[in-house]
């Protein structure tokens, strides 16, 4: 069974800083594309950025220079490093061991696969004005 614990939310100042961490259990993490979203409220839950098992990263463009996705195989973690966070920018964050990019029009699209069920309890980045 695929297990999943987001970690590191908070509430911060526009412009300023954090890094989530996700470690994944049940399953072999370096076989996976992985992926981060997110679900402010009243709002579906939207893709944020998806890292694949080569190490080729995807971003929205709401969050492109300024989030940094990355995995470390050896301790089945994915991380999210979030800088220069807007208000905006204020949800529950969720990783994942699926994602998928598409592309369009010069920007990606970060989708979750409907079927996939396995998503932790997320943490929470408030970000204040």
């Known amino acids: 069974q695929v297990q999943v614990v987001e970690s590191g939310g908070g509430l911060v100042q526009a412009g300023g800083s954090l890094r989530l961490s996700c470690t994944a259990s049940g399953l072999t993490f370096d076989d996976y594309t992985m992926g981060w979203f997110r679900q402010a409220p009243g709002k579906e839950r939207e893709g944020v950025s998806c890292i694949n098992r080569s190490g080729a990263t995807f971003y929205t463009d709401s969050v492109k220079g300024r989030f940094t996705i990355s995995r470390d195989d050896a301790k089945n973690t994915l991380y999210l490093q979030m800088n220069s966070l807007k208000p905006e920018d204020t949800a529950m964050y969720y990783c994942?061991?699926?994602?998928?990019?598409?592309?369009?029009?010069?920007?990606?699209?970060?989708?979750?696969?409907?079927?996939?069920?396995?998503w932790g309890q997320g943490t929470q980045v408030t970000v204040s004005s």
């Open positions: 994942a061991a699926d994602c998928s990019v598409y592309y369009s029009g010069g920007s990606y699209d970060i989708r979750e696969n409907k079927a996939y069920n396995y």
